[in-house]
């Protein structure tokens, strides 16, 4: 097929492409957030050229950064990956897509069995939105954050070291406006629980710009709520 590029996006590796086609079999795509560790997943690809390879594999870890990408929470699995998989799906047992292999760990530039995959839920919220407006918007809330060890936690008053630790507040950014100070602690953005600093950008980064958010945030030995309005 000749395609066209609707759009794309370097953070998440995607792309948006239209071709004129009809009666096109359709995948269905699955929930990675029920993805459990140890559960077994098909990949199909075209490694080194070999057309419609089937490899499988475990789930190996999920909510893996990697050093050049810290808003995709990657799937790491032990399937066989090499080059020629790159942009194929990865499957779940009920046959639903769960993640696009996109790269693997490697010292010889062959598998090595580190191999990681975009959550799809990820992905097509890049696409909808490229669908939609030809470009990925994502939020900000204007913080810059570190991880909140043991001792700090500790020293906070925090009985377990969960939450991202405000260490620098952008001057007239969302957060400053609505409040929020350095050596706050997020514990929770509109209910969901940020177990770590990695965890915060991810889900800001998915909240629609101009999206008013209820923060959970520790400060003085006290949780707190203040409301935040997302921007770009």
Do not use: C
Request: charged share 25%.
């Amino acid at each position: 097929f000749v395609a066209k590029v609707v759009g794309s996006d370097k953070r998440t590796d995607v792309s948006l492409i239209k071709i004129d086609a009809k009666d096109l079999q359709r995948v269905a795509i699955g929930d990675p957030d029920k993805l459990k560790v140890g559960e077994w997943v098909v990949a199909i690809g075209k490694p080194f050229g070999l057309e419609n390879t089937m490899t499988a594999g475990i789930v190996s870890a999920k909510g893996r950064d990697l050093p050049q990408e810290n808003l995709v929470p990657f799937i790491q699995t032990d399937v066989a990956i090499n080059p020629g998989n790159s942009g194929g799906p990865l499957f779940n047992m009920k046959g639903e897509v769960v993640g696009i292999n996109s790269l693997i760990y490697s010292r010889t530039g062959g598998y090595m069995g580190l191999a990681f995959a975009v959550p799809i839920d990820v992905a097509m919220n890049a696409v909808n939105q490229l669908k939609d407006k030809g470009r990925v918007t994502r939020g900000r809330i204007g913080v810059q954050i570190q991880e909140l060890t043991k001792e700090a936690a500790d020293a906070f008053g925090l009985k377990q070291a969960n939450g991202a630790l405000v260490n620098g507040v952008e001057n007239d950014g969302p957060a400053a406006k609505a409040g929020i100070e350095s050596g706050d602690i997020i514990l929770k953005v509109d209910g969901r629980d940020v177990h770590s600093s990695t965890d915060l950008p991810r889900v800001i980064t998915a909240i629609r710009p101009g999206t008013k958010v209820t923060r959970t945030v520790w400060r003085k030995g006290a949780s707190k709520e203040v409301a935040v309005t997302v921007a770009e």
